[in-house]
């Protein structure tokens, strides 16, 4: 069986390792995989150091996306956490013998689309009871592991063998595939195709062993029970159906199909004699033989049979389970290196003519009809080439395939309609918001709006992400308050979305800054010491109440601070502009097209997150230059720091009870009847719904009051800046890249962190490898 050479995670970050030229090379790829646009790679050295020279012939994500598993010829498997700031190990063994399988023991309850909604997923599911991460493995001489985490990178196993294979002396550590047999110690029923799936809470598990003399496939049912107090744990493997093939016929790749029967697709191929040529010369007489490889796609299906037996007492009725060929699909002169199914069910093939062909749809996204192929029921979506097709995976919502050749060389591919219907714009919808549910990266999705856009040169994205958001905040009415998290989600989808439209930088600025509310609201909230009685009296505006901070987050408070004073002249300065420029007066009617950034101030959520922020500052100033505390990281930068406070509490850059006086003035004007979600006003960032003359008259009591009259002829207020730190990014300053909303971010957990007066704050060593918007940088 070939090994894998691909695998891709539900956050879009796709690992490939060719078999040419180097087998050891394992590269990391993320970006924009679908448009071309974003492309990293880069080489992840630690994988590489650990399998040194072996060749890796498994690749897997977990279902998560946080963890990933690497397996070499000779048997060393390793898991790597991969959410972190840097790639980790954080567990690995050594099988001592090449693997056949591997399949983890997912327990995450996703959300599914039936029909036109979409329902969590049920319970019946195998799932480690002590911890997170769980897995099977399958060796080629038959003996199953189950690996399971108790605590960190503490794992405990438990084994068992299948019956109908042999144990010889398979615990040698250098028994790599190939030297166990240059040693003379290769068992003969060596399994060379195994496929592993889960149904409910039985794993199945179908093999083949390639030098047996009998060509069969043998299909078992695993049962596992964890250990308990009393108990060990124990696997009940169980033969429930075996299929004798052609002898001619070898098989070459297999695969379940996914659903709730049991249902497996054989790919299998053999020479074929078409002509034989009687050549007589003068001594002897030669046979010349005109051989062409023939393969077939075999698909079976587990099925229930009634047996029955006569005897003089009576009749003994049985059922066993058998299965049965219910379609054999034949290919000329190519050999099958690739068979892999969608979720729903639908086949791909690689041949090794460089083709790749895709069974036609008649649901979802993907396409049904299109260049022909070698049967009815497929459409080629990858053209021959010289070059063998080695592996192919599905995006992560399976509207493009990513293949490999055997080369090395890599492609993409789109499996979808060219046009789409209403219906399946609707499945699109649905597919976003189940992005949204499931914490799935959406970049294939987003990708498939751009190009609709441009085929039907209407702009329907707009359209789209309000639908989207609708429903998804539909699904959060009942929360009495929205986590973080779901917000950070919503806020990510429509920035990605339209970070790809030059024509919607407005409203990407716009929803980039306001996602920073919540989460320094968040910051300053985890910051306070205080109970949370107190906090509520000081948001209602107590003056009784007198907060108290945690000295170590203090310097990091000064950060989004001065971020909160530098976005509040910004948004104070675009506001002046547009209501009451003198210079470039700005029509009525242009006012209610036109996006502009001033929206921010009438945008309910990010206002009320604003008003909080600005009473939290006070509190915080106050404390941080008068009360009595001392600095645990850097104590030496104390002074600086009530200096700067003292400062900022002598002469604030913003006259903060002003702009809460005219946040509240602008909670009392009618409510905008177009806003359909919290996200809409920001999505369309236009003042259509609202009255110009009113607006005015609010700011002009307000006008220079708030700040000083200088910040209206200022260019550039809000520079470019850090979106998790809030620092400001220099022309020359090395930066990752977040790979869904495309902003740039400062290196984290480097050695100039530890000269950071701000670094002590628990926010500030929490951070990760995602960004604010939910996406990942690399």
């Given at each position: ?372 192929s070698f049967d009815s029921r497929f459409w080629c979506v990858v053209q021959p080439k010289k070059d063998t097709i ?294 369309t960032s236009t003042l259509q719904g609202y009255s110009i003359p009113k607006l005015q008259q609010v700011s002009l ?78």
């Amino acid at each position: 069986q070939a090994p894998q050479a691909l695998s891709i995670s539900k956050q879009n970050i796709l690992v490939s390792v060719p078999s040419e030229p180097i087998p050891s090379q394992v590269n990391w790829i993320t970006g924009n995989l679908y448009n071309y646009a974003l492309i990293q790679k880069r080489r992840i050295e630690l994988i590489e150091n650990f399998h040194k020279q072996c060749a890796i012939t498994h690749l897997q994500w977990n279902k998560k996306g946080n963890t990933f598993a690497s397996i070499d010829e000779t048997g060393q498997l390793a898991l790597w956490q991969i959410q972190g700031p840097v790639d980790k190990l954080l567990y690995n063994t050594h099988l001592k013998q090449p693997l056949a399988a591997f399949h983890w023991l997912d327990a995450e309850r996703e959300y599914v689309s039936d029909q036109d909604k979409l329902v969590r997923e049920s319970m019946n599911c195998l799932k480690n009871p002590f911890g997170h991460l769980g897995f099977i493995t399958i060796t080629v001489h038959g003996e199953i592991t189950v690996h399971y985490q108790r605590n960190g990178a503490i794992f405990s196993s438990f084994s068992a063998h299948i019956p109908s294979t042999g144990r010889r002396d398979i615990r040698r550590s250098d028994a790599s595939c190939y030297s166990m047999s240059l040693s003379g110690i290769d068992d003969w029923q060596r399994i060379s195709h195994a496929a592993i799936t889960s149904i409910d809470n039985t794993i199945y598990l179908a093999t083949h062993s390639v030098s047996c003399q009998t060509k069969e496939i043998q299909l078992y049912s695993l049962d596992i029970k964890f250990p308990t107090v009393d108990k060990k744990g124990a696997i009940r493997r169980k033969r429930i159906a075996n299929v004798c093939l052609l002898e001619k016929a070898h098989v070459t790749q297999m695969a379940f199909k996914t659903g709730v029967n049991l249902e497996l697709y054989l790919g299998l191929g053999g020479r074929v004699d078409n002509t034989l040529e009687r050549c007589i010369t003068k001594y002897t007489t030669i046979e010349k033989s005109d051989q062409t490889f023939k393969s077939y796609i075999q698909h079976w299906e587990l099925s229930t049979v009634d047996q029955s037996l006569n005897l003089s007492i009576g009749t003994i009725s049985a059922k066993h389970a058998t299965l049965s060929l219910t379609s054999e699909t034949p290919i000329d002169d190519k050999f099958i290196t690739c068979l892999k199914c969608t979720q729903d069910g639908n086949l791909v093939v690689g041949l090794s003519d460089g083709s790749i062909h895709l069974e036609i749809s008649n649901h979802g996204l993907l396409k049904s009809n299109e260049t022909p192929s070698f049967d009815s029921r497929f459409w080629c979506v990858v053209q021959p080439k010289k070059d063998t097709i080695s592996d192919i995976v599905f995006s992560v919502n399976e509207t493009h395939i990513v293949y490999m050749y055997a080369s090395g060389k890599m492609g993409v591919a789109r499996i979808t309609n060219d046009a789409l219907n209403e219906q399946q714009v609707k499945h699109l919808r649905l597919k976003l918001v189940q992005c949204l549910l499931n914490n799935t990266d959406s970049t294939d999705l987003i990708s498939e709006v751009v190009r609709i856009s441009k085929v039907s040169k209407t702009d329907i994205s707009l359209e789209i992400m309000q639908d989207v958001l609708r429903m998804y905040e539909q699904h959060h009415e009942g929360d009495e308050e929205w986590s973080l998290g779901a917000l950070q989600k919503g806020y990510g989808l429509a920035l990605a979305t339209f970070n790809e439209f030059p024509t919607k930088h407005v409203q990407s600025t716009n929803l980039s800054r306001a996602v920073q509310l919540p989460i320094i609201l968040d910051s300053f909230i985890a910051s306070c010491t205080s109970n949370y009685e107190d906090i509520e009296k000081a948001l209602s505006k107590e003056t009784s109440v007198h907060l108290e901070f945690d000295p170590n987050s203090l310097w990091s408070l000064v950060i989004l601070t001065t971020w909160i004073f530098d976005f509040l002249k910004w948004i104070l300065h675009e506001w002046n502009i547009l209501l009451h420029s003198e210079k470039h007066p700005i029509s009525e009617e242009m006012m209610y097209q036109k996006p502009v950034h001033a929206v921010l101030f009438l945008h309910k959520e990010s206002r009320d997150y604003l008003k909080k922020i600005l009473t939290f500052i006070p509190h915080f100033i106050t404390f941080a230059s008068s009360a009595t505390y001392q600095l645990d990281h850097l104590p030496e930068s104390q002074a600086l720091l009530q200096q700067y406070t003292d400062n900022l509490q002598k002469e604030p850059p913003v006259a903060i009870n002003q702009v809460i006086d005219l946040l509240n003035d602008l909670n009392h004007l009618e409510a905008n009847t177009k806003v359909s979600n919290r996200w809409s006003l920001l999505l369309t960032s236009t003042l259509q719904g609202y009255s110009i003359p009113k607006l005015q008259q609010v700011s002009l009591k307000y006008k220079d009051k708030c700040v000083k009259p200088c910040i209206y002829i200022e260019k550039e207020i809000l520079a470019k800046y850090d979106p998790i730190r809030k620092r400001s990014l220099g022309d020359h300053v090395k930066t990752h890249l977040c790979i869904r909303c495309h902003q740039h971010i400062l290196p984290v957990h480097t050695e100039s962190d530890l000269l950071d007066p701000s670094s002590s704050a628990s926010w500030y060593q929490s951070l990760g490898r995602r960004c604010v918007c939910g996406g990942v940088f690399v």
